[in-house]
């Protein structure tokens, strides 16, 4: 479809009022009567919003609102970041110019956020990045795919609809002619279909590329990255919660690791899922390493007293066998974790990793910040910027395939009584040469870090509950 069809519609919609008919409003939430005005207003002109002359952003998600993932990393992408030696809110070096919001509800802080910042809130997608007009006008997107009332698959996965948004990325940038740098949040597609086909279509159209999570980019304690062409042989990542709701971060630990092995990245044979007694059954025989799981385990910051077995009721491991013969394992271990720290804070400890690596085990726990800050989203940010001035992204794209694929095929197995998926699909190469994403380097808490200092004075109503 050509977007001067899309023009037609647009014009309807600007004269009639309709604007409301493309976005969901959350069930039981309503919308207000500011976020209306807001949305059918009309878009400012980007040079006269942009006076610094930055890079221009499209800023599109599903759902905006504290502590969301758009919150965590949009509002940082608004209003700068809290790191850099202690310095204070670092500030923005890109500017957002649009945004689509797919879902508003009562306790939504998209529509105010765009309101204080000179924003116009776009009834579509198509128009966030033509910015009203008939072609891309924007030099970047930010696509935040998390969140939001979407139902679940027979496999019990949510069904965020990151193909259907991408797909119409994908096309603006087709008609324009002319591809920009996209970051997409966490998992291509909660299928490995889904995305395969997103990165096919992004190679085809040359989309520089930038996916995956806060994981990736946060503190490690102690600071471990195995150097490029580490002899690893074996494996293992924690993390706590679902496979559909954390298993991607802990399939993201495994594989970033990985991929620095030697030869690089080789590609996954199958994967196989055990569950409860399973876990515990391969610990004891040897079939999962259980001194690399205790090693994981040791790292954990915040953990309730008593033993691995006597905390988790039960247990889920993913077996990924890859075709050089490396064993990683991706395990849940729900209910290690106090829900609340000493310091008062939620907990959101949990993620650790250990190898067999270069004839010796080493270990690390990846630290995430409990506070409303979620400070740890600031190294996520500022790599998202660096990306989006340099079109270069801080991590391989093959990467996102292999996670979003694994944890997808891990999940069908399990739904499928721990049947063996083999994944000629993940039949690639491929390696985290030449690529330089920025993580702290000093133990937790990182000083770089600034705490205390969030939200900026004037942004009060971020913490809206």
């Not at 919308?31 to 006269?48: M, Y």
């Not at 072609?135 to 935040?144: G, R, T």
């Not at 979620?374 to 079109?391: D, Q, V």
Request: a positive charge; hydrophobic letters at 35%; proline letters at 6%.
């Amino acid at each position: 479809m050509k977007l001067e069809k899309f023009n037609r519609r647009r014009n309807f919609i600007k004269k009639t009022g309709l604007a409301l008919a493309s976005l969901t409003i959350t069930p039981g939430l309503s919308l207000g009567s500011e976020g209306i005005n807001l949305i059918l207003q009309q878009g400012p002109d980007s040079q006269s919003n942009n006076p610094e002359g930055l890079k221009t952003v499209a800023f599109i998600c599903n759902i905006y609102f504290s502590i969301s993932h758009a919150d965590s990393i949009g509002t940082k992408l608004f209003l700068g970041s809290p790191m850099d030696q202690g310095r204070g809110i670092v500030p923005p070096k890109i500017k957002i110019v649009s945004m689509y919001i797919a879902q508003i509800g009562s306790n939504d802080i998209g529509v105010q956020m765009a309101k204080k910042n000179g924003v116009t809130l776009y009834p579509t997608i198509a128009d966030a990045l033509t910015l009203g007009g008939d072609k891309l006008a924007v030099d970047a997107v930010v696509y935040i795919g998390e969140h939001g009332d979407y139902p679940n698959n027979r496999f019990g996965e949510k069904m965020y609809p990151r193909m259907n948004t991408l797909e119409q990325i994908f096309r603006v940038f087709d008609a324009s002619n002319k591809s920009v740098p996209i970051y997409s949040d966490k998992a291509l597609s909660y299928s490995w279909l889904d995305s395969k086909w997103i990165f096919d279509r992004a190679k085809e159209l040359n989309v520089p590329m930038m996916t995956g999570s806060s994981l990736t980019y946060t503190s490690r304690d102690p600071y471990l990255v195995h150097p490029l062409g580490t002899k690893i042989t074996e494996s293992v990542a924690i993390g706590p919660s679902t496979l559909d709701s954390y298993g991607f971060h802990v399939t993201e630990i495994l594989q970033l690791m990985h991929e620095r092995r030697t030869g690089g990245e080789t590609g996954v044979a199958s994967v196989q899922t055990l569950k409860g007694n399973e876990v515990w059954a391969a610990m004891d025989s040897g079939e999962i390493s259980w001194k690399l799981v205790q090693a994981a385990y040791d790292r954990i910051s915040f953990k309730l007293p008593g033993s691995i077995r006597e905390l988790v009721k039960m247990p889920y491991a993913v077996k990924v066998n890859y075709i050089d013969g490396t064993k990683g394992v991706i395990l849940m271990l729900n209910g290690i974790q106090e829900l609340t720290r000493p310091d008062g804070l939620n907990n959101r400890s949990g993620w650790a990793y250990a190898a067999h690596a270069d004839g010796k085990i080493v270990s690390t726990e990846f630290v995430l910040d409990a506070s409303v800050g979620r400070y740890h989203t600031s190294y996520l940010c500022y790599n998202i910027e660096r990306f989006i001035l340099t079109g270069k992204p801080p991590a391989p794209f093959e990467r996102s395939l292999f996670t979003s694929s694994i944890i997808d095929m891990g999940i069908r197995s399990l739904n499928e009584g721990g049947k063996l998926k083999k994944t000629p699909f993940l039949e690639m190469k491929y390696s985290g040469e030449g690529y330089e994403p920025y993580i702290p380097t000093s133990p937790w808490p990182p000083t770089e870090q600034s705490t205390g200092i969030w939200p900026p004075k004037g942004y009060e109503f971020i913490n809206k509950k």
